[in-house]
Nanobody
Framework: QVQLVESGGGLVQPGGSLRLSCAVS????????ITWFRQAPGKEREGVSC????????LYEDSVKGRFTISRDNAKNTVYLEMNSLKPEDAAVYYC????????????????????WGKGTLVTVSS
């Protein structure tokens, strides 16, 4: 059974940092591009960042460029999202999702392409 489990969310003040983790079990994460999505109340789910299977290619939504960093450790079957300089508008439930691909450089923020999803972790940015 494939599972993606997010962790690391919580309450942080504006300007603060959080590191989210996405632990994958049931499959080798090596063959999955992993994308982080987020959904705030009343808003549509949006793609935040994606890392290719090789880790050599990454993609970021414009509003998080320069503040968020995605990385992966295939040996630990885990993908990370380092979030710095957090803003109130970053508050949302963050989900990780996996897309099976043999293209080692493929990245996408398109949610309907994902094969597996986690259940999310809540990030609150407030003073």
């Amino acid at each position: 059974q494939v599972q993606l489990v997010e962790s690391g969310g919580g309450l942080v003040q504006p300007g603060g940092s959080l590191r989210l983790s996405c632990a994958v079990s049931g499959v080798k994460v090596d063959y999955y591009a992993i994308t982080w999505f987020r959904q705030a109340p009343g808003k549509e789910r949006e793609g935040v960042s994606c890392v290719s299977t090789s880790g050599s290619n990454t993609l970021y939504e414009d509003s998080v460029k320069g503040r968020f960093t995605i990385s992966r450790d295939n040996a630990k079957n885990t993908v990370y999202l380092e979030m710095n300089s957090l803003k109130p508008e970053d508050a949302a439930v963050y989900y990780c999702a996996g897309y099976l691909t043999y293209d080692t450089d493929y990245v996408t923020l398109v949610h309907h392409m994902m094969d597996y999803w986690g259940k999310g972790t809540l990030v609150t940015v407030s003073s």
